[in-house]
């Protein structure tokens, strides 16, 4: 059993910066896929990134790319996720996410990933 708990969330000015952190229990993270997912008020969960447990692959969501990194820290057993000009739209509830897999296969579904964390919330202000 994996618990995930993520922190840094906010409320930050369009085109400012957060880091977001999600720090795992229970088993090490060194053996998973980690993925970041958000949700906006009357929205669907969507894909954010993902990272592959080795860190040597990463994924983003068109809307992400460019603008956010995803970072891993085995031995921290955290995961990060890096936004910088923040828009408005970015604005939700952001989760991370833990599944068992393949290290040279992105994960971008939701049904995809076994472990969940509580979510942080991210609030941009125009």
């Known amino acids: 059993q994996v618990q995930l708990v993520e922190s840094g969330g906010g409320l930050v000015q369009a085109g400012g910066s957060l880091r977001l952190s999600c720090a795992a229990s229970?088993?090490?993270?060194?053996?998973?896929?980690m993925g970041w997912f958000r949700q906006a008020p009357g929205k669907a969960r969507e894909f954010v990134a993902t990272?592959?447990?080795?860190?040597?692959?990463?994924k983003f969501a068109d809307a992400a790319r460019g603008r956010f990194t995803i970072s891993r820290d085995n031995a921290k057993n955290t995961v990060y996720l890096q936004m910088n000009s923040l828009k408005p739209e970015d604005t939700a509830v952001y989760y991370c996410?833990?599944?068992?897999?393949?290290?040279?296969?992105?994960?971008?579904?939701?049904?995809?990933?076994?472990?969940w964390g509580q979510g942080t919330q991210v609030t941009v202000s125009s």
């Open positions: 229970g088993r090490t993270l060194s053996n998973y896929n």
């Open positions: 996410a833990a599944t068992a897999g393949s290290d040279s296969y992105y994960y971008s579904r939701s049904y995809q990933y076994s472990y």
């Open positions: 990272i592959t447990w080795s860190g040597d692959s990463k």
